[in-house]
C-alpha cells in the first residue's frame, strides 16, 4: 500500500513537497511515479521515474516546476512541487509498477499497478 501526504492549499506562485512511502515493498527497486486527477479531465501522469535505467518523465505541462526523487534510505519518493498554478489542482497519485524499459510509456498511460489513496492540491488565493 503506496500512502501519500504533503497536500494541501497553496497560493499561486508557491511550492508543495509530496511524498510517497510503502512499507509493503522498496520503492528503489520499482518504477514509481506521480500522478494527477482533476474534476472533468482524465487522469494525467506528472512525472515519473524509471529504477531500470534512472531516466525520468515530465509532462510538459510540469516541466521546469516539479521535481521527482527519491531517499531510498526512507523508502520515500517525493515530488517537489514550484511555481504552481491555477492549473494544477488535483488529486495527486503515487504509483508504482515492476521496472519497465520505457518510464515514459507507463507514465502516459497512467497505467501502473500499485497507487495510493492520492492527496488533495488546491492553488488559490
Known amino acids: 500500500q503506496l500512502v501519500e501526504s504533503g497536500g494541501g492549499l497553496v497560493q499561486p506562485g508557491g511550492s508543495l513537497r509530496l511524498s510517497c512511502t510503502t512499507s509493503?515493498?522498496?520503492?528503489?527497486?520499482?518504477?514509481v511515479g506521480w500522478l494527477r486527477h482533476a474534476p472533468g479531465k482524465e487522469r494525467e501522469g506528472v512525472s515519473c521515474h524509471s529504477s531500470h535505467d534512472g531516466s525520468t518523465y515530465y509532462a510538459d505541462s510540469v516541466k521546469g516546476r516539479f521535481t521527482i526523487y527519491r531517499y531510498n534510505a526512507k523508502n520515500t519518493v517525493y515530488l517537489q512541487m514550484s511555481s504552481l498554478k491555477p492549473e494544477d489542482p488535483a488529486v495527486y497519485y503515487c504509483?508504482?509498477?515492476?521496472?519497465?524499459?520505457?518510464?515514459?510509456?507507463?507514465?502516459?498511460?497512467?497505467?501502473?499497478?500499485?497507487w495510493g489513496q492520492g492527496t488533495q492540491v488546491t492553488v488559490s488565493s
Open positions: 509493503g515493498f522498496r520503492l528503489a527497486t520499482y518504477a
Open positions: 504509483a508504482a509498477d515492476v521496472p519497465l524499459p520505457s518510464v515514459q510509456s507507463i507514465c502516459v498511460r497512467a497505467d501502473f499497478g500499485s
